[in-house]
């Protein structure tokens, strides 16, 4: 890996990554079937949205992962967030929403909020700050709604506002509380068992209610009394197409004209199908997909190793190769994706790149009392240096970039076998630890903490064997990542809080716990035949994704097209 002064940004399709989007996604590849036209007449007010998640039960419950609304998106054309967040711009300060106002401490342990005056529920039902009490009581007490086990203390009433405490600073999850979805508290305290509860006839403060639900299609009608200026789409029409290749010939003929589907030849099977009107704009956030290494267990527990490991890889080929340069890549050696990760970038790397480097490696190497027989790597011990690297059947993106990887590793002696498991035996082995190297993915979140949490918090070790899905696969120990961590999460003092995301950036350049390959996808494609006024390049607002928390919002810009 060479760092070589940044030339002028390239400009690329970007992308980033809702990390469960992506899985959902991916996972979509071993489907089969092809999905059934649901477009209607063009120009009528209707707004076809799809996704290549297969078949849905008949769940809309906003706060499952697993639920209907979350997986096509249309939770938040129902339900809204206290605040509205630009993903791809994580330093701009959120909108209000629900919320009209909130004020947090100084130390981020109490949230003050003041509840927006004017909305109300479909059911005709007046909002209130109650419902907003009753929100994060219900998350509080149901531990499958907290999955970020936000550490909630009380939460209290008094008029329009509502006052939250918690045990612990939360600089860090400022964003996820405050994009908490807001549940009528006249309906959901009715439920006896909400964490199972399918919510069939979702009640919501948003523009739009469901009007007919079918495994295949999920239509949203616009109601009239919504509290903000009411969206020109009148009708909303979400289909679940049973792979990427079904939802890559809708969006190609037009039957579809919103979605997020990996398509590794895009420009001919879709941009050349109607270049006029067929884009698609994958900017990224602050989350990446990357090579983790096994720390530990030998060889990977060598630091120097895994440097040489990081210098050899060309991130260019696989963003080229693999991800068909949709995912994009990664020009810093901190893993911080650009421009996202801009305003955080410590000093020292501020106009750093990273380049692959074999020559880089290989010195990196002898100095560390490796050696070489022949065409294979010797580690100090006299071990020949060999990699068992793991990938999930029939994600092609990722076997392409193993398969990359394998070649360079190659380049250095090292030698690498490549072994697909089925998708499910290999996220055990990933949560589990029982690898030498496979790509995965991080958290993403409204700052690099979520990240590089996510890569080397020793407080989510285990030994290889136990089950760590929260994160640090790696299994990966430092002290001084954890302080900094700590420090990043819970200090009041900006200047602390700055230094400590500057430390997380040199261990990763410089212990490399793990190997950032590419950044992740925020992206979509969207057809401009009928709607215009999508996010892009030149008018950034907002992750184009059709299930990101902005979805509504990107709704509410579209104006028909002339």
């Not at 550490?151 to 209290?156: A, L, Q, T």
């Not at 996220?427 to 589990?432: F, G, I, M, Q, Y």
């Amino acid at each position: 890996m060479r760092l070589t002064p940044r030339r002028g940004n390239r400009r690329r399709a970007t992308l980033a990554v809702a990390t469960a989007v992506v899985l959902s996604t991916l996972a979509a590849c071993s489907g089969g079937g092809g999905g059934t036209s649901n477009a209607g007449p063009r120009g009528d007010g209707v707004l076809n949205v799809g996704m290549p998640n297969a078949p849905q039960a008949d769940n809309s419950n906003p706060f499952l992962a697993t639920s209907a609304s979350v997986s096509l998106g249309y939770r938040a054309m129902i339900y809204e967030p206290l605040a509205m967040f630009n993903g791809i711009r994580p330093a701009e300060d959120a909108r209000p929403w629900l919320a009209a106002e909130w004020e947090w401490n100084e130390d981020f342990t109490e949230l003050v909020i003041t509840a927006q005056d004017g909305p109300e529920w479909s059911d005709g039902t007046a909002f209130s700050a109650a419902d907003i009490a009753y929100t994060f009581q219900l998350v509080k007490d149901t531990p499958a709604f907290n999955g970020a086990a936000i550490p909630f203390d009380e939460v209290e009433q008094d008029g329009d506002t509502v006052r939250l405490t918690f045990g612990e600073s939360q600089f860090v999850n400022q964003n996820r509380i405050l994009g908490t979805y807001v549940v009528p508290e006249h309906i959901w305290s009715e439920q006896d068992s909400p964490e199972t509860w399918e919510n069939r006839e979702p009640v919501g403060t948003g523009p739009y209610v469901l009007e007919t639900f079918t495994p295949q299609t999920v239509t949203l009608t616009r109601r009239d009394s919504y509290w903000q200026g009411l969206p020109e789409v009148e009708e909303l029409r979400y289909t679940s197409y049973n792979d990427n290749n079904a939802q890559t010939t809708a969006l190609a003929n037009g039957d579809s004209e919103w979605s997020f589907v990996f398509m590794p030849d895009y420009e001919n099977v879709y941009i050349a199908k109607n270049p006029d009107h067929h884009n698609l704009w994958f900017p990224t956030s602050l989350g990446v997909h990357g090579l983790w290494l096994n720390t530990d267990q030998e060889p990977f527990d060598d630091p120097a190793l895994r440097r040489a490991v990081s210098q050899v890889i060309n991130r260019d080929d696989i963003h080229v190769q693999a991800h068909a340069g949709l995912y994009p890549a990664l020009e810093n050696p901190t893993g911080l994706p650009l421009p996202a990760g801009e305003p955080f970038l410590a000093p020292e790397y501020q106009d750093a790149v990273v380049e692959a480097d074999a020559d880089a490696a290989r010195a990196e190497l002898d100095d560390a009392g490796y050696d070489t027989s022949g065409d294979t790597l010797l580690d100090p011990d006299g071990n020949a240096v060999t990699v068992d690297l793991i990938g999930p059947a029939g994600w092609s993106d990722y076997l392409t970039a193993l398969s990359i990887i394998s070649d360079n590793l190659g380049e250095i002696g090292i030698e690498a076998t490549l072994n697909t498991q089925t998708v499910e035996s290999w996220r055990t082995s990933v949560d589990n630890g029982e690898f030498d190297a496979t790509l995965h993915w991080t958290n993403s979140g409204g700052t690099p903490y979520d990240m590089y949490q996510h890569i080397m918090d020793g407080g989510m070790y285990h030994p290889v064997g136990e089950g760590s899905p929260g994160g640090n696969f790696g299994r990966y120990q430092n002290p001084d990542a954890d302080a900094a961590l700590e420090t990043y999460a819970t200090t009041s003092d900006e200047g602390e809080r700055e230094e400590a995301l500057h430390e997380l950036q040199r261990i990763l350049v410089e212990d490399v716990p793990m190997v950032p390959t590419v950044a992740g996808p925020i992206g979509a494609q969207y057809n401009t035949t009928n709607w215009v006024g999508w996010p892009d390049e030149s008018d950034p607002y907002g992750p184009p994704q059709p299930t990101q928390p902005n979805a509504l919002d990107i709704v509410l810009r579209l104006k028909a097209a002339e």
